[in-house]
Every structure is written in C-alpha cells, then in structure tokens.
C-alpha cells in the first residue's frame, strides 16, 4: 500500500493519487485528489468522471461457451477442479485471476470448451433462447470499474472559498485505477471535442459554400496549423488518438511517447525525423 500526505496547492490546478493498493488480484483500489477548484466545479468534475468511470470504459469478457459433452452450464462433468490456469488462451489475451473455478468433474472426461470472448461496455444478460450450434450464452460483465466514489473537501472563506476534489476507485485487476482515471478522462475528452470544433466547422461550410470542397488536410497540414494555434488551445489535453492518422504515423509517435498534440508541437522536424520508420513524407 503506498500513502502520501495530502498537501493543498493554491496556484495551478494539480491532481495527486495519494492512496494506491492492491487488495488482490481481482480487487485494487486507487485515490485521488484534484485541487483547488472554486465552489461548485468539484460536484461538476466528481460526477461527471464517476459516470465515465462506470459506464465509459470498456472491458472484455466471456460471453459464450461449447463443449460437444457439456450440453448447459450447469451440467455434471467430472472428477477433479477446472480452473482459469486451464485455459489455452492466445498471446494477446492475459486471464487477471487463474485461480477462478470454472469447473468440478466427477468422472474422467476429455473436457474440451471453446470460449467467446468479447469487449464491450456495460454488461449483457443472457437470453434463454440464444443457443446457436450447441452452445450456450453467459451472462458478461464488461466494466472494469467496479465501483467509483467522490467526495468534496471545501476551505477558505467568503469568496475565496476553494474545493478539493477526492475520487476513489476500485477495479476488477484487469488496469489499475489510474489507468480507469486516465481512460475516462479521455472518453469524455473526446464526447466533448465535437463542441471546441463546432465554430472552425461552420468555417469550413461557409468556405465550402462559396469555393467548393476543401482537400483532405495531410498530417503535415495539420501538424502546421496547430503549431500556428499552439498558444490558443490547451493542447496537453489533446490526445493524438483523437486524429483520424494513419497507423504508421500513430505507431510511430506512441512508441516515442508522443501522446497528445503539446508532446508533438514540441517536436522539431529533426527530431521528428528520427524516429523509426517515419519518412520525410511526413512532416514535409
């Protein structure tokens, strides 16, 4: 468990986790705090990013399984315990707990299951009727948060009343709680983004209107007209995985660490240029 003093700031807006632990592998819990805010911004913020939290990150899990020998769920298969250790899973899909009981034989068998996996949101109740080719729906709960809580401390006086924001989350050990914050954080940065573009769109019609299609804007027409906004726009909170970029072009910028715009625009075209498998195409 790690724990650090809370200590307030009262210049620029600061986040902290001062509360981290691991209960076990299912279960790991993380706290945070956001300050100062002026009154009433800490409510907004709190649960907005609860909402995000709970219903805005995505999850995978089982949602079918089929055994040519297990004709439902709650058939007697065999001497002995089943667990998710048991599993032949592929390279790119992790089990967060092996020790999970799946199944208990009371006789020998050849035990053959195939399993459906899914990611999604929210959570899928199985249908009675959905039995296709003799198996059989589970019922799936894709959150990965499994419970998110906020709490307001307010201090000062008057009208120099200022409030710290306390967020506590719990998750299921498939990502820790600060990647669920972080990940929220960009799933409501980008349902909000549509709203920041809505005046340089109705720009763009108007150009239309009168002078026919714009081109498609290429990646180094984009990344000119941002390093010419740089200092209109707060791009820290700009996430490259909000662009539409080709995937060369992505990869090649998440391996260096460039995650959003300002880590780009304080890239020269030298540095740029460095990187593995990004051309001259690029940025010219």
């Avoid at 990611?119 to 109740?125: D, L």
């Avoid at 972080?182 to 769109?201: G, K, M, Q, V, Y």
């Avoid at 009168?210 to 000119?224: E, Q, Y």
């Avoid at 959003?260 to 020269?268: E, G, I, P, V």
Wanted: aromatic share 8%; charged share 25%; hydrophobic share 35%.
């Amino acid at each position: 468990m790690v724990r650090e003093k809370v200590t307030v700031s009262t210049r620029t807006l600061q986040w902290k986790c001062v509360e981290s632990r691991v209960d076990n592998k299912r279960l790991c819990y993380g706290r945070f705090i956001l300050s100062p805010l002026i009154k009433g911004q800490a409510d907004t913020i709190g649960i907005a990013m609860r909402r995000a939290l709970l219903g805005e990150i995505e999850g995978t899990c089982i949602t079918r399984a089929k055994s040519e020998k297990i004709p439902h769920e709650y058939s007697t298969i065999g001497p002995g315990y089943v667990t998710a250790q048991d599993i032949i899973s592929p390279p790119s899909v992790e089990i967060v707990d092996n020790t999970q009981h799946i199944a208990r034989l009371t006789e020998p068998i050849d035990l053959c299951i195939g399993l459906q996996i899914e990611r999604n949101r929210g959570y899928s109740i199985k249908r009675p009727n959905n039995f296709q080719d003799g198996s059989y729906p589970l019922d799936a709960v894709f959150m990965p948060v499994r419970n998110a809580n906020h709490s307001i401390h307010s201090y000062g006086n008057g009208n120099e009343r200022q409030e710290i924001l306390f967020l506590e989350i719990w998750t299921n050990g498939s990502l820790t709680p600060k990647e669920a914050l972080h990940e929220a954080s960009r799933n409501l940065i980008d349902l909000f983004i549509p709203f920041l573009h809505a005046e340089e769109e109705t720009l763009h019609l108007e150009y239309n209107r009168h002078k026919g299609t714009l081109p498609p804007l290429t990646f180094h027409d984009r990344l000119a007209k941002l390093r010419k906004n740089k200092k209109e726009i707060e791009l820290k909170y700009i996430f490259i995985d909000q662009f539409e970029l080709p995937p060369r072009i992505y990869n090649c910028l998440k391996r260096c660490n460039i995650h959003t715009l300002l880590d780009l625009l304080n890239k020269s075209q030298k540095d740029l240029m460095k990187i593995e498998d990004f051309r001259i195409e690029d940025v010219m």
